[in-house]
């Protein structure tokens, strides 16, 4: 089992930057890739980002050269450096974490909300 707990979501004006972090325990050692995901009202989740145990990383469109994904193995922790933030950045953001690689278990977090402000 993998544990995530997230922290640094909040309220920021359009144009400004928030950092996520989600720190993993339990069996960490297993895990193979770490994410963010996000949720508006209303809508599906979506991935936002995410970072392989080899480093790589991968964006979805809408972010791409505001948002920075990296993760701290020696810390079990991932983050999310958001910034130029725009209003329909606001969802709650989720923590994923991956086991496996053909056939993968997923892991989550409670969610932090970002809310950004025009």
């Known amino acids: 089992q993998v544990q995530l707990v997230e922290s640094g979501g909040g309220l920021v004006q359009a144009g400004g930057s928030l950092r996520l972090s989600c720190v993993a325990s339990?069996?960490?050692?297993?895990?193979?890739?770490l994410g963010w995901y996000r949720q508006a009202p209303g809508e599906q989740r979506e991935l936002v980002a995410t970072?392989?145990?080899?480093?790589?990383?991968d964006y979805v469109d809408s972010v791409k050269g505001r948002f920075t994904i990296s993760r701290n193995n020696a810390k079990n922790t991932v983050y999310l450096q958001m910034n130029n933030l725009r209003p329909e950045d606001t969802a709650v953001y989720y923590c994923?974490?991956?086991?496996?690689?053909?056939?993968?278990?997923?892991?989550w977090g409670q969610g932090t909300q970002v809310t950004v402000s025009s």
């Open positions: 339990g069996s960490t050692r297993s895990i193979t890739a």
């Open positions: 970072v392989s145990s080899d480093g790589s990383t």
């Open positions: 994923n974490a991956k086991r496996g690689y053909i056939i993968t278990v997923d892991y």
